[in-house]
């Protein structure tokens, strides 16, 4: 048994690659493309920033390895760690790959797929309000190379009535986030790096990342469909190690197809110790 307090879980060793996991962990939908990534102090992954998925969640999970194929199960409040569970619906998600999954630390590949359910409990499109259960699925496929310098990555998911938390706009009053999505919605993001032969620690980066959130199959909306369909974001920029534990990074952010596109240029750091 491992018990892990940053996490508040432990991990039960059954057999030989068998693993169950208990308590606030992290969730299997996005866990291996972010690694691929590897930039998370940039940006985090499409599924994550458009909170198609919570990166933890508390739960009872199993995983299960053969060989170089992995699987892992979990069944959770679905809220995420953020919130408390608000009713007696739970998440299911499910993952199973082929490959290396860090690639940002070693060299290879990966290929996989992951899919969730979460039933809620929606008004319907009827005029007078009669709640109905809505079940609101992801699945996506995934995959990444690592080697000769280079470092490669996709992942495509499907959405289906999607249920997201609601935000809170600049004027701080709440926004019905479910209403930007249709009953179906894609997300795609493709991304790169490539480390410079030629200077010790430089390396280049890029991603693109596509939101079709289907809003024409959407009745619960009558505003401009034109300013909520097919948004783009690139973030494409420079990478430095200068010593250990400290990374620089030059790069722009730039968004399109919403009411306001903008472009941003920013400057990060990052510090590990």
């Given at each position: ?85 608000e009713d007696n619906n739970e998440k299911i998600s499910f993952q199973a790959m082929y490959g290396e999954k860090r690639l940002d ?169």
């Amino acid at each position: 048994i491992i018990l892990d307090i940053k996490n508040a879980k432990f991990d039960l060793k059954v057999t030989e690659g068998t693993k169950f996991i208990i308590g606030m962990q992290g969730m299997n939908m996005f866990n291996v493309a972010e690694k691929t990534w590897g930039n998370r102090f940039l940006g985090k992954s499409a599924m994550d920033a458009n909170k198609w998925s919570a990166s933890a969640d508390l739960g009872i999970g199993i995983s299960q390895s053969f060989g170089d194929i992995s699987t892992s199960f979990l069944i959770t409040n679905g809220e995420g760690y953020k919130s408390k569970s608000e009713d007696n619906n739970e998440k299911i998600s499910f993952q199973a790959m082929y490959g290396e999954k860090r690639l940002d630390k070693k060299d290879g590949f990966n290929l996989g797929g992951v899919y969730s359910t979460l039933t809620y409990t929606s008004c319907g499109t009827s005029g007078e309000c009669i709640e109905e259960e809505t079940a609101e699925t992801v699945m996506g496929v995934f995959g990444g190379f690592s080697g000769f310098g280079v470092r490669v990555g996709f992942d495509y998911n499907i959405g289906a009535d999607l249920d997201l938390e609601a935000i809170k706009d600049q004027e701080d009053t709440q926004e019905d986030e479910s209403a930007l999505y249709g009953e179906s919605s894609t997300l795609m993001s493709l991304y790169a790096s490539y480390s410079l032969p030629f200077i010790e620690g430089l390396s280049i980066m890029g991603r693109y990342d596509m939101l079709n959130a289907g809003v024409e199959n959407n009745p619960n909306t009558n505003e401009d469909e034109s300013t909520k369909d097919d948004v783009a974001t690139i973030i494409a920029g420079l990478i430095y190690n200068c010593t250990d534990g400290l990374t620089v990074a030059p790069h722009i952010v730039q968004t399109t197809g919403t009411e306001n596109p903008m472009m941003d240029f920013n400057l990060s750091f990052q510090f590990k110790f």
